[in-house]
T-cell receptor, first 115, second 112 residues
Framework: GAVVSQHPSRVICKSGTSVKIECRSLDFQATTMFWYRQFPKQSLMLMATSNEGSKATYEQGVEKDKFLINHASLTLSTLTVTSAHPEDSSFYIC???????????FGQGTRLTVV | GQQLNQSPQSMFIQEGEDVSMNCTSSSIFNTWLWYKQDPGEGPVLLIALYKAGELTSNGRLTAQFGITRKDSFLNISASIPSDVGIYFCAGQLRGSQGNLIFGKGTKLSVKP
């Protein structure tokens, strides 16, 4: 089946620094990728929709200047958490839509800890 | 915003028992997906449903796309300890871009 690779799986950073998370579709092209955030014991909340070659669409309440999304190719989207603060610590998950199968596949997730 | 109501929130069952969980909404969905998430991992797709009334199995798992297109259920038969985890339903709204709306999850615990 389709595979989505997300990297890194875990990252610890200092307050004020920026962290980049990559999401790659390994065996299919994804014109659309999605970024979710999951707090402990809660469900996944959509942060933004990443469209190849155009600007991302952010959900209400998500700061686009803080969570920079770039979707430069059909197989790669990146999420950069800028000037990270401890409250940004969370589990971030990407998904990519495989148009040929009409399914969404998820990356392994990135656990971000800001100290 | 759009919501999916997933129930139950948690289940504690004995190994060998059958499990049933469901998701409902007031909106119409084109696609229903069921995922399982292990601690510290991303969700893994179990079953995808595309047509109203569709019933699909994956091993001991069976899921159905409700006839009204507003609900779906997942059954697990003869549960085993490795079934432990959080199960999420997710739906793609009719006319949406492909993003998924998630239920809050059902946490399954299985006693050996």
């Amino acid at each position: 089946g389709a595979v989505v690779s997300q990297h890194p799986s875990r990252v610890i950073c200092k307050s004020g620094t920026s962290v980049k998370i990559e999401c790659r579709s390994l065996d299919f092209q994804a014109t659309t990728m999605f970024w979710y955030r999951q707090f402990p014991k809660q469900s996944l909340m959509l942060m933004a929709t990443s469209n190849e070659g155009s600007k991302a669409t952010y959900e209400q309440g998500v700061e686009k200047d803080k969570f920079l999304i770039n979707h430069a190719s059909l197989t790669l989207s990146t999420l950069t958490v800028t000037s990270a603060h401890p409250e940004d610590s969370s589990f971030y998950i990407c998904s990519a839509r495989d148009e040929s199968y009409e399914k969404a596949f998820f990356g392994q997730g990135t656990r971000l800890t800001v100290v | 915003g759009q919501q999916l109501n997933q129930s139950p929130q948690s289940m504690f069952i004995q190994e060998g028992e059958d499990v049933s969980m469901n998701c409902t909404s007031s909106s119409i969905f084109n696609t229903w997906l069921w995922y399982k998430q292990d601690p510290g991992e991303g969700p893994v797709l179990l079953i995808a449903l595309y047509k109203a009334g569709e019933l699909t199995s994956n091993g001991r798992l069976t899921a159905q796309f409700g006839i009204t297109r507003k609900d779906s259920f997942l059954n697990i038969s003869a549960s085993i300890p490795s079934d432990v985890g959080i199960y999420f339903c997710a739906g793609q709204l009719r006319g949406s871009q492909g993003n998924l709306i998630f239920g809050k999850g059902t946490k399954l615990s299985v006693k050996p």
